[in-house]
């Protein structure tokens, strides 16, 4: 089992930045990921992390504005945004799993059974 925890989110204006924080317990994850969900819209992936090597995918909707890191002691993924734009308003939601498979398949999210609850980005124009 996997358990997490989301932090981070808030209100912002454009060009703004903030850092969302996923906080993993229980087994070790294979990889971990964020996805994200606009009101009326499918949740979409944003990056994922592979924490045994280090491998990491960036969606192209936010490659050059959105990062990530990780704390070396924790499983704790951290999602690094920056110039954010009102298109990246949404629900972020945290993901893992143990299967190697369902990892080497993102950004499809229907392999992922472990979700956190989300936190909220608003960006207002």
């Known amino acids: 089992w996997l358990d997490l925890v989301e932090s981070g989110g808030a209100s912002v204006q454009t060009g703004g930045s903030l850092r969302l924080s996923c906080a993993a317990s229980g087994d070790i994850p294979e990889c971990m990921a964020w996805f994200r969900q606009a009101p009326g819209k499918e949740r979409d992936g944003v990056v994922v992390?592979?924490?045994?090597?280090?491998?990491?995918d960036v969606a192209d909707s936010v490659k050059g504005r959105f990062a990530i890191s990780q704390d070396s002691t924790t499983t704790t993924l951290h999602l690094e945004m920056t110039n954010l734009k009102p298109e990246d308003t949404a629900r972020y939601y945290c993901?893992?799993?143990?299967?190697?498979?369902?990892?080497?398949?993102?950004?499809?999210?229907?392999?992922?059974?472990?979700w956190g609850r989300g936190t909220q980005v608003s960006i207002s124009s």
């Open positions: 993901t893992a799993t143990v299967f190697r498979y369902v990892c080497n398949d993102w950004p499809d999210k229907s392999g992922f059974t472990y």
């Open positions: 992390w592979w924490p045994g090597g280090g491998r990491r």
